[in-house]
Each structure stands twice: as C-alpha cells, then as structure tokens.
Nanobody, 114 residues
Framework: QVQLVESGGGLVRPGGSLRLSCAAS????????MGWYRQAPGNQRELVAD???????NYADSVKGRFTISRDNAKNTVYLQMNSLKPEDTAVYYC????????WGQGTQVTVSS
C-alpha cells in the first residue's frame, strides 16, 4: 500500500505564491513519474506538471513560466512552487505517482481570491 501525503494548500491573493509538497511512503517498488493534477468544480481533472525520475519536467501550457516542479528522490517527495497565482488556478490539487493508473493523494485545496 502506498500513501501520498500532501501539504501546502490554502487561500492566497492573486499574484501570490504557494508551495505544495507531497511525500510518498509505503510499499513503493518503483517510482517513475511524480506529478500534480488539479480539478476545479465542474471541470475534469487535468495535469498541471509532472517530473520523471531523471528530473525532466513537463508543464501544462497554462502554468508554464509560473509554476516549478521539483523532486527529492531520496525522500520520495515532489514539490510544486506556484508563483503569480491567478483566480483560474483555484482547484483541488492532487499529488500523483506514476501517472493516471498510479497512486493519488487525497487532494489539497488551493484558492486564489482577493
């Protein structure tokens, strides 16, 4: 069994910053891609960013230049630094391990509002 524990969500004003963290633990035999997805009310879950084991990142066009994903393989932890946040970034953010068929965190709410 794999557990993903997320932290760092909250309420922030437009233009502000937040940093999400996600630590994986449990019966992890192989970690390839770690990533973050988000789901806003009425919308489908979408990829925000992911990063492979070699450290190569991949971003959704909507967050390029504003968000930075990183990982610490020794700690099985992935981070998402979110800068210049916009109201449209408001969503529940989910940590993910190994893609759509992999493991998911419980989600953390990010609200961008003045």
């Amino acid at each position: 069994q794999v557990q993903l524990v997320e932290s760092g969500g909250g309420l922030v004003r437009p233009g502000g910053s937040l940093r999400l963290s996600c630590a994986a633990s449990g019966s992890i035999f192989s970690i390839n891609t770690m990533g973050w997805y988000r789901q806003a009310p009425g919308n489908q879950r979408e990829l925000v960013a992911d990063i492979n084991k070699g450290g190569r990142p991949n971003y959704a066009d909507s967050v390029k230049g504003r968000f930075t994903i990183s990982r610490d393989n020794a700690k099985n932890t992935v981070y998402l630094q979110m800068n210049s946040l916009k109201p449209e970034d408001t969503a529940v953010y989910y940590c993910n391990l190994n893609g759509w068929g992999g493991y998911w965190g419980q989600g953390t709410q990010v609200t961008v509002s003045s």
